[in-house]
């Protein structure tokens, strides 16, 4: 099973996004490294969010772009997403299957207190457990 290493300080940082910005959805960016089948979060990076739902997320270009500028500089690159599901579940929705698209990408998804991980890869989306960070 996949394996992720999220430092408390950023997981905290992407649920009080979460919460800041609710009823829409946050979203971002996460900056790392792959070790084999694991991914090892090293940043988060905010994105502006331009869906006008609030159940969608959809993330500002230039945003993007400074991300992977950041990440380039720092020696990593950009291993996954993340977002969060106000009114749902912290797992993938339709809109997220339909949306996602990058192989062996990490998406993260903040509910309530919660948050999970899972792994996009052949087309669909596999839960990945927590493990505890360098």
Same mark, same amino acid.
């Given at each position: 099973?996949?394996?992720?290493?999220?430092?408390?300080?950023?997981?905290?940082?992407?649920?009080?996004?979460?919460?800041?910005v609710f009823p829409r959805e946050c979203c971002g960016l996460l900056e790392g490294v792959r070790e084999g089948e694991d991914f090892r979060v090293t940043a988060i990076h905010t994105v502006h969010n331009l869906a006008s739902a609030p159940d969608r997320f959809e993330m500002e270009p230039?945003?993007?772009?400074?991300?992977?500028?950041?990440a380039r500089a720092n020696g990593h690159r950009l291993i996954g997403c993340y977002h969060s599901h106000p009114d749902g579940r912290?797992?993938?929705?339709?809109?997220?299957?339909? !949306?996602? !698209?990058?192989?062996?990408?990490l998406w993260l998804i903040a509910a309530g207190n919660g948050l999970e991980a899972f792994?996009?890869?052949? !087309?669909?989306?596999?839960?990945a457990g927590?493990?505890?960070p360098r």
């Amino acid at each position: 099973m996949t394996r992720v290493a999220l430092p408390e300080d950023l997981r905290v940082q992407i649920l009080e996004e979460a919460r800041a910005v609710f009823p829409r959805e946050c979203c971002g960016l996460l900056e790392g490294v792959r070790e084999g089948e694991d991914f090892r979060v090293t940043a988060i990076h905010t994105v502006h969010n331009l869906a006008s739902a609030p159940d969608r997320f959809e993330m500002e270009p230039s945003d993007q772009f400074a991300a992977h500028k950041t990440a380039r500089a720092n020696g990593h690159r950009l291993i996954g997403c993340y977002h969060s599901h106000p009114d749902g579940r912290a797992e993938p929705s339709a809109a997220d299957k339909a !949306g996602a !698209g990058e192989e062996e990408f990490l998406w993260l998804i903040a509910a309530g207190n919660g948050l999970e991980a899972f792994v996009y890869r052949r !087309g669909e989306f596999s839960a990945a457990g927590w493990m505890t960070p360098r």
